[in-house]
């Protein structure tokens, strides 16, 4: 079957460093995405990652093991604008799947 | 520019009505999707066109009926639609059905009254 896990919510300081971790059990695998999605608004594209390893775009991070299904994403600096869902989705056999979404709550 | 553009943004429909969904984008793009999502959930699949031919289908009903006009257009046509059919639905692009990034819209909000 298909499958992916993600924390459903986290809790984060201000200023501070949050990794989010994604693992997944897919029959496919041509890429993983992390999205970003604040309350009533549409996914933003955060990060695609194909190739093991880290890929560093400003303040986020995300890296990739293929052979663990094991993704994370990186949040450094924390401003209270992170407050949103993250999402990791894995691209297998031409369709997105999706995990449920981690709710990151940053605190002042 | 790596921006697709629904409307409307809001959308207020009546069991009855017959409306429509727009969205394009003018990245060269030759993958489109529908997504429908609700609350606190992720996005949920519905159709995607590859080249402009639909190649999924994820069971919709024929309530919904998607379009592409050509490779810029995606249109998802609404007809006697129910209460839980209200969602956000997003359109999204990609270069290709094989994975590259994929861009969202920024949605539009159904309500079925």
């Known amino acids: 079957g298909q499958n992916i896990d993600q924390p459903t919510e986290m809790t984060a300081t201000e200023g501070a460093i949050v990794q989010i971790n994604c693992t997944y059990q897919t029959s496919g695998f041509n890429g993983l995405f992390w999205y970003q999605q604040h309350a009533g608004e549409a996914p933003t594209f955060l990060s695609y990652?194909?190739l093991d390893g880290l890929e560093e775009k400003g303040r986020f991070s995300s890296f990739l093991s293929r052979s663990k299904g094991y993704s994370y994403l990186l949040l450094k600096e924390l401003q209270m604008k992170d407050s949103a869902s993250y999402l990791c989705?894995?691209?297998?056999?031409?369709?997105?799947?999706w995990g449920a979404g981690t709710k990151l709550i940053i605190k002042p | 520019d790596t921006e697709v553009t629904q409307t409307p943004k809001h959308l207020v429909m009546g069991m009855t009505n017959k409306k429509s969904l727009k969205c394009e984008q003018h990245?060269?793009?030759?993958?489109m999707y529908w997504y429908k999502q609700k609350a606190k959930k992720p996005p949920e699949l519905m159709f995607v066109y590859s080249y402009e031919k639909l190649s999924i289908n994820e069971s919709v009903p024929s309530r919904f009926s998607p379009e592409c006009p050509n490779s810029s257009l995606l249109n998802l046509h609404l007809h006697a639609l129910q209460p839980e059919d209200s969602a956000l639905y997003l359109c999204?692009?990609?270069?290709?059905?094989?994975?590259?990034?994929?861009?969202f819209g920024e949605g539009s909000w159904l309500t079925v009254v």
């Open positions: 990652n194909v």
């Open positions: 999204a692009s990609s270069s290709g059905p094989s994975g590259n990034t994929i861009y």
């Open positions: 990245m060269g793009h030759r993958a």
């Open positions: 989705a894995v691209y297998s056999n031409y369709q997105l799947i």
